[in-house]
């Protein structure tokens, strides 16, 4: 992976809660990243193959100590620290469509009962809770895309500035969806978009016979309060 990753805007990723930031992998990183996940895809139906930075090298290292790693804490700062990797396979085989929404929660180990943290659901056989929002603004996710991304190959559709709404109730998504008309960015193979939870996006369906493939790498630069894990 590349030694400096190119910088970005932080003004743009304050402001906004996104930003894209080119050519971040080098095409023989393409080609190993591709060769690694290409017997990984999530299969029909299936939103990602989560935690999968722990089933190869080749996944992990951009993960824990390479690019994605670089990225986050250009935007946290160096406590930032990886949490958990999911892998995104979006094809004709593979081609739901995700509605508009806010990434709330993250996966724990347990159940655990801390103030101000909460609701807890039970998720793809792990425990979710929703911390508080201070605490999801410490937090970014790192998109590394494997293929071309855009308006008809299923790109993401983040609503800029959306994030200044807090945590949304239905209707008011409804109401910012118009309010705040969405673009989608578009990316090309070895670009990266980097994403704060807060902000709303939704995922359309593919139009081409293409893939969509997206190393999604989650960071955070808080600790866990005591009673609580990160899901392994």
């Given at each position: 992976?590349?030694?400096?990753?190119?910088?970005?805007?932080?003004?743009?990723?304050?402001?906004?809660?996104?930003?894209?930031?080119?050519?971040?992998?080098?095409?023989?990183?393409?080609?190993?990243?591709?060769?690694?996940?290409?017997?990984?895809?999530?299969?029909?139906?299936?939103?990602?193959?989560?935690?999968?930075?722990?089933?190869?090298?080749?996944?992990?290292?951009p993960a824990r100590t390479g690019t994605g790693m670089a990225l986050a804490r250009e935007?946290?700062?160096?406590?930032?620290?990886?949490?958990?990797?999911?892998?995104?396979?979006?094809?004709?085989?593979?081609?739901?469509?995700?509605?508009?929404?806010?990434?709330?929660?993250?996966?724990?180990?347990?159940?655990?009962?801390?103030?101000?943290?909460?609701?807890?659901?039970?998720?793809?056989?792990?425990?979710?809770?929703?911390?508080?929002?201070?605490?999801?603004?410490?937090?970014?996710?790192?998109?590394?895309?494997?293929?071309?991304?855009?308006?008809?190959?299923?790109?993401?559709?983040?609503?800029?500035?959306?994030?200044?709404?807090?945590?949304?109730?239905?209707?008011?998504?409804?109401?910012?969806?118009?309010?705040?008309?969405?673009?989608?960015?578009?990316?090309?193979?070895?670009?990266?978009l980097l994403m704060h939870p807060l902000l709303l996006h939704a995922l359309s369906r593919i139009e081409t016979p293409c893939h969509r493939?997206?190393?999604?790498?989650?960071?955070?630069?808080?600790?866990?309060?005591?009673?609580?894990?990160?899901?392994?």
């Open positions: 992976m590349a030694d400096a990753p190119p910088s970005f805007d932080t003004h743009t990723l304050r402001d906004q809660r996104h930003v894209v930031v080119r050519r971040v992998l080098a095409a023989a990183d393409l080609d190993t990243l591709r060769t690694v996940l290409a017997n990984r895809s999530s299969g029909a139906g299936k939103g990602g193959r989560r935690h999968v930075e722990r089933e190869a090298a080749g996944i992990e290292a935007a946290l700062g160096p406590q930032a620290h990886f949490v958990r990797g999911i892998y995104f396979d979006k094809s004709p085989q593979n081609n739901g469509d995700v509605t508009w929404h806010q990434d709330r929660t993250i996966a724990v180990e347990k159940r655990a009962s801390i103030p101000s943290w909460g609701p807890r659901s039970r998720k793809d056989g792990r425990w979710h809770v929703q911390p508080p929002i201070d605490w999801l603004e410490r937090m970014i996710a790192v998109r590394l895309h494997l293929d071309d991304a855009g308006e008809r190959s299923g790109g993401l559709r983040p609503i800029a500035g959306s994030h200044r709404n807090g945590l949304l109730a239905t209707r008011r998504i409804a109401d910012l969806v118009h309010e705040l008309p969405p673009r989608c960015p578009s990316l090309c193979a070895g670009d990266a493939r997206v190393l999604h790498c989650e960071y955070c630069a808080l600790t866990l309060p005591e009673g609580l894990n990160w899901a392994t």
